[in-house]
């Protein structure tokens, strides 16, 4: 069994940044995806950034040049930086990961509020 954690969320002023932190524990072998979802009020959740095992990153049309996805192994974590936000980045945003062999974990989410 495996336990996502979200943390880092808050209120900011279009323009600002938060940085997101997705705290892992567990046993954490046989990563296949990970990566951090968004769903806004009324709208589906969707992929936000994902990161593989080697390094390489992708990250949704919307967020491009604004947002960062990184990981720690060492520290079990995975970050998101946010940066240049917009009012419509506003929504709670999850981490989720797949092991091998097991189905997917999501973390119970952190509320992003982007406001003047």
């Known amino acids: 069994q495996v336990q996502l954690v979200e943390s880092g969320g808050g209120l900011v002023q279009p323009g600002g940044s938060l940085r997101l932190s997705c705290a892992a524990s567990?046993?954490?072998?046989?990563?296949?995806?990970m990566g951090w979802y968004r769903q806004a009020p009324g709208k589906q959740r969707e992929l936000v950034a994902s990161?593989?095992?080697?390094?390489?990153?992708n990250y949704a049309d919307s967020v491009k040049g604004r947002f960062t996805i990184s990981r720690d192994n060492a520290k079990n974590t995975m970050y998101l930086q946010m940066n240049s936000l917009k009012p419509d980045d506003a929504a709670v945003y999850y981490c989720?990961?797949?092991?091998?062999?097991?189905?997917?974990?999501w973390g119970q989410g952190t509320q992003v509020t982007v406001s003047s």
């Open positions: 990161i593989t095992n080697g390094g390489s990153t």
């Open positions: 567990g046993s954490i072998f046989s990563i296949i995806h």
């Open positions: 989720s990961l797949i092991l091998v062999g097991s189905p997917r974990y």
